[in-house]
């Protein structure tokens, strides 16, 4: 499984897992497993292992790995009854009990800085890095893997064409190959310097840079620990209750993806502009540097806006109209 990502490899070494406790209890030979079989181990996650029907499609690809890397067939290959037990479990099961994620919007981000300025709990160095992480998070599309992995060398602030924040990410969900890719982020007006991206971090590097001892990792708490990723969702939706937001356990770390690009949207982005920002296809950082400089810079402020639009001297995108960027 050396060509899967980490996470994938033990996603799926716990359903292969699963389907060794499934062959040992029922006493099934393992390999190769016929079609009968592999829908039996289907229903025996739903209805023994009470698995959702999402983590029943990662294991079922697990089983299919495992057969490849034993030098046996696709055992899925062909087969009908798997996919029709699955498509049952699916109706039966649904998927009660989800938690919807909702989008972390302008409004959201502007009641989560505030929030987390009066977070009594937290020193007012920390209350600025969780300021500064959400804001890069909205403004750079980021995932919350992304957002947490950031260094402090990886950030830089520049004045050339215009004022912004370039942004490298050496690695991402869809750059299984780490050839990376450098964001551009434009700063924010004047009237919006409190949740400017820009801003935010120049202050918190400002202040942070008189530590002693530097620690690799940009966002890091005042004693030294870098800021995990529960840790970012707690003081993100801590801030949103406390500004009277409903259904803030909803507001997660990918929120803040989706909320930017709904944000975009709203305020008139094109779409093929909000894919490249988001690095959305599998070729997006070539997408992304072939995108004129100032039009990246112009969504921060177009999302700001509402009312100024990117510069329009590039042809749009011929792929059909986004309506949901999740």
Same mark, same amino acid.
């Given at each position: ?18 389907? &060794?406790?499934?062959? !040992? ?7 190769? %497993?016929?079609?009968?079989? /592999? =829908?039996? *181990? ?75 300025? &009066?977070?009594?709990? !937290? ?7 969780? %300021?500064?992480?959400?804001? /890069? =998070?909205? *403004? ?187």
């Amino acid at each position: 499984m050396q060509s899967l990502a980490p996470s994938t490899r033990r996603l799926y070494g716990v359903g292969q897992a699963h389907y &060794r406790a499934y062959c !040992l209890t029922y006493m099934r030979n393992p390999l190769p %497993a016929n079609e009968a079989q /592999l =829908a039996e *181990f289907i229903a025996y996650l739903a209805d023994v292992v009470k698995a959702a029907p999402t983590t029943i499609k990662v294991y079922m690809a697990a089983v299919r790995t495992l057969h490849l890397e034993q030098g046996h067939p696709d055992p899925f290959e062909g087969t009908s009854l798997p996919h029709r037990v699955f498509t049952g479990v699916k109706r039966v099961v649904g998927t009660h009990g989800r938690l919807h994620r909702l989008p972390i919007t302008l409004s959201h981000l502007r009641a989560i800085i505030s929030g987390v300025k &009066r977070n009594q709990q !937290l020193s007012p160095v920390d209350q600025l890095m969780v %300021a500064a992480a959400s804001s /890069l =998070a909205f *403004f750079g599309f980021l995932r919350c893997a992304e957002l947490i992995a950031c260094k402090r060398g990886e950030v830089t602030v520049t004045n050339e064409p215009q004022r912004h924040l370039l942004l490298a990410i050496p690695k991402s969900k869809t750059d299984p190959f780490r050839q990376g890719c450098t964001m551009s982020i434009g700063c924010a007006d004047k009237a919006n310097t409190a949740i400017c991206p820009i801003e935010l971090l120049n202050t918190y590097l400002a202040v942070t840079s008189r530590r002693s001892r530097m620690p690799p990792t940009l966002f890091t708490y005042q004693d030294g620990r870098p800021l995990g990723r529960q840790d970012f969702i707690h003081h993100v939706q801590q801030a949103l209750t406390s500004q009277g937001i409903q259904d803030a356990k909803a507001y997660l770390g990918h929120s803040f993806r989706s909320g930017a690009a709904t944000s975009a949207a709203a305020a008139g982005v094109p779409d093929w502009l909000i894919k490249a920002m988001g690095r959305w296809s599998s070729n997006a950082y070539q997408t992304y540097i072939k995108t004129p400089k100032a039009a990246v810079l112009d969504v921060s402020r177009a999302i700001l806006t509402r009312g100024s639009k990117p510069t329009t001297n590039v042809c749009p995108s011929k792929q059909p109209p986004m309506h949901k960027y999740y």
